[in-house]
């Protein structure tokens, strides 16, 4: 139902004097902006969704992957039918079953068996055949000392190899170093996008309460609109979080929580040490067995409070001690360490997680909640979603582009040069943000400078493409 046009006639109080023409109203510093945040959105989308695209379904791969590998691994991860007692044997018996079964390499660090129906594991570092940064693990029945199996294993998480694959392709693409850059610039522009998105929801929103569409390209922009409203925040995280240890932004990030006091601190692996900013813990040694041992060194860590899963690295050399350390990264977080004396097993340093500063624990608490190790597999599927939510987004955003036609999208109705009409002041504000943002990173501001540059030019080329048709116009004969 149509809505007849509302008249005003001499009589009205409101209506305009011939004589005094109305003075066009200023606009508001967010009707200045409102143009420029979509024309932001538009290039941003259009260019970096692709970028999007391939970190939304590597990471949903990498979300699910977690279950996938302890159906994958199943004969690794867990004892034998029937083997589980109640007594577990000696760490040391467990390792040296393991050495005699693989004499290659040097022990690295251990995982003794953190539940009743799981294996040990027992890393060796230097093994011919294995990736740099990677261990062979080693899975030892805990009741039976007899080995079920050996399989690569990296990071802190004890990724096994599929695991493995997909992390690597969801954060370089295989490509090494350089290949890092593609999910930094996915990461530096997702907030942005979000951001802008929402900025230009809740603008529609206000001036267009009563349009209605339910079909075309009207459809599909409400469809866009609505789930990117939803799913936003967690994209924002997602965002933020994967900045933190990414190739340059992530460095920026260190640096400044560094200058803060708020880096994440870990145990001294020296004797009479104190806790150290980064990368104190020790190093792989030339044999398991320093000392006193790997039972009385666990020993040592549990009457210290240090519950299960946890990790025992030998000394990195002779002047170096045990470092004991809890693993578990799921709610609630164990990260407490102990450094262990090798000649007396006598604890020398002791570190707790409820000691580290709040950055440092907000660090953690992201990057686990980023990997969907933090509420397991609740936290697994919430990010499962937001990949897929992704995804549509993306696919919506593109069809929105083709139904109202390529060519025009880069003119009307996404108007160009919309920087030349925000109130001088309002804009060198802006630019200084952008400028301080763009510096810490990067990869955000460098192609915001590309955007910038390739607007101007596409206006030129417009303008030019105008004047050139007017005067034409104007010099045709009647």
Not at 91 to 100: E, G, L, M, N
Not at 205 to 219: D, F, L, P
Not at 222 to 243: D, R
Not at 271 to 279: D, I, P, S
Request: charged fraction near 15%; avoid cysteine; glycine fraction near 10%.
């Amino acid at each position: 139902m149509s809505t007849a046009p509302t008249t005003t006639t001499d009589e009205s109080p409101d209506a305009p004097d011939p004589s005094h023409p109305a003075t066009p109203a200023k606009p508001s510093a967010a009707a200045t902006l409102r143009p420029l945040v979509l024309r932001l959105h538009f290039y941003a989308g259009l260019l970096v969704a692709p970028f999007l695209l391939v970190a939304a379904l590597s990471g949903a791969l990498y979300a699910a992957s977690y279950q996938a590998e302890k159906i994958i691994y199943a004969d690794e991860l867990t004892v034998s039918a029937g083997s589980a007692g109640d007594t577990k044997l000696p760490i040391s018996t467990q390792v040296a079953a393991a050495r005699k079964a693989h004499p290659e390499g040097t022990v690295a660090a251990v995982r003794p068996s953190p539940e009743d129906d799981a294996t040990t594991r027992v890393m060796l570092s230097g093994v011919p055949g294995v990736g740099e940064g990677h261990t062979l693990a080693v899975f030892v029945d805990p009741y039976t000392a007899k080995v079920k199996g050996a399989l690569e294993q990296y990071g802190a998480s004890g990724a096994l190899p599929l695991r493995t694959w997909i992390s690597e392709f969801h954060r370089n693409l295989h490509l090494g170093e350089n290949g890092r850059l593609y999910s930094e610039l996915a990461a530096s522009w997702l907030w942005v996008i979000a951001g802008g998105g929402l900025v230009l929801w809740f603008a529609r929103r206000r001036t267009q309460r009563k349009v209605r569409g339910t079909s075309g390209r009207r459809r599909t922009l409400g469809l866009h609109g609505t789930v990117g409203v939803w799913a936003s925040a967690g994209f924002i995280f997602l965002s933020a979080t994967g900045l933190t240890w990414s190739t340059y932004a992530g460095e920026n990030i260190d640096v400044l929580r560094t200058s803060l006091g708020q880096s994440t601190p870990s145990v001294s692996a020296a004797a009479g040490g104190e806790h150290t900013g980064h990368g104190a813990a020790a190093g792989a040694g030339s044999a398991a067995e320093h000392g006193v041992g790997l039972d009385k060194v666990l020993a040592a860590a549990r009457a210290e409070g240090l519950g299960d899963p946890v990790e025992i690295v030998p000394p990195a050399d002779e002047s170096s001690a045990y470092v004991v350390k809890q693993v578990q990264r799921s709610w609630p977080t164990k990260q407490d360490a102990v450094a262990v004396d090798p000649s007396t097993g006598e604890v020398l340093d002791v570190l707790r997680f409820a000691d580290f500063p709040v950055l440092a624990k907000l660090t953690r608490w992201g990057i686990d909640a980023h990997s969907g190790i933090l509420f397991g597999i609740v936290n697994q599927l919430v990010l499962m979603a937001l990949a897929l939510s992704l995804v549509l987004l993306i696919v919506w955003g593109y069809r929105m582009w083709w139904q109202r036609g390529r060519a025009s999208a880069f003119g009307r109705p996404i108007p160009r040069g919309a920087w030349q009409q925000v109130p001088p002041l309002l804009l060198v504000t802006l630019l200084a943000g952008v400028a301080v943002v763009g510096y810490f990173v990067p990869l955000l501001g460098i192609p915001l400078a590309a955007f910038i540059a390739l607007d101007v030019i596409l206006g030129e080329i417009d303008h030019r493409r105008g004047n050139r048709t007017s005067g034409e116009r104007a010099g045709a004969k009647p």
